[in-house]
């Protein structure tokens, strides 16, 4: 079976130090893999996917960037956190080569920016 | 601009009712149809994926679809509290670099 792991859970970093966030699934092979954001009391934000190694688009203009070095790690990074940064991370992959097109989230990370 | 609707809630039902939970789309091309579950602080979980007109049922879930009307609907019946969450819809279209657009939510609250 198919799991999906992020890591941290919880995270608090003050305004202007970086960020990694990393996220892998296992017991697939070419998923797609999906970051969102999800803040206080509003809904899903999709912010970058990935088809592929290296295969990367994003959403939304941002201090955000996201990378993949593997086929199945999709990285989140900043260099320089903003307040407006805060929220409830999500990592998602979607076994597209099954020609099933549902997304199956990580169990996310909160991030706090103070 | 795709665009998935939905009622922001609470919805309040008495335990052991039918909770019907609704959702409209603006894109008349998409093809897949999802509803997810969330608990407060927990990431979203698929519970039901749906891609034809009609019902489909899952246990005490049943999805509908109406592509001609944009709407889709879950109904779970024999409501139980642990139903309480919020309940996210979500659509697609057919490609792969197609994004799933999800509606902000409607939190479910079930009545002990």
């Known amino acids: 079976s198919q799991t999906i792991h992020q890591w941290p859970a919880t995270l608090v970093q003050p305004v202007g130090s970086p960020l990694s966030l990393e996220c892998t699934v296992e017991g697939t092979s070419n998923p797609n893999l999906y970051w969102y954001r999800q803040a206080a009391g509003r809904g899903l934000q999709l912010l970058f996917y990935?088809?592929?190694?290296?295969?990367i688009s994003s959403e939304v203009p941002q201090n955000l960037s996201a990378s993949r070095p593997q086929d199945r790690q999709f990285i989140l990074s900043s260099k320089k956190l903003l307040l407006s940064d805060s929220g409830f991370y999500l990592c998602?992959?979607?076994?597209?080569?099954?020609?099933?097109?549902?997304?199956?989230f990580g169990p996310g990370t909160r991030l706090t920016v103070t | 601009q795709k665009e998935v609707e939905q009622n922001s809630g609470p919805l309040s039902v008495p335990e052991g009712a039918i909770a019907s939970l609704n959702c409209t789309y603006s894109?008349?091309?998409?093809?897949?149809f999802f509803w997810y579950r969330q608990y407060s602080g927990k990431s979203p979980e698929l519970i039901m994926s749906i891609y034809s007109n009609g019902d489909k049922e899952d246990g005490r879930f049943t999805a509908q679809l109406n592509k001609a009307s944009q709407y889709v609907s879950l109904l779970i019946r024999d409501s139980q509290p642990s139903d309480s969450a919020t309940y996210l819809c979500?659509?697609?279209?057919?490609?792969?670099?197609?994004?799933?657009?999800f509606g902000k939510g409607t939190r479910l609250h079930i009545l002990p």
């Open positions: 894109d008349r091309g998409s093809q897949s």
């Open positions: 990935s088809v592929g190694i290296g295969q």
């Open positions: 998602a992959w979607s076994p597209w080569d099954r020609g099933a097109y549902e997304q199956y």
């Open positions: 979500a659509v697609m279209g057919g490609n792969r670099d197609d994004k799933i657009i």
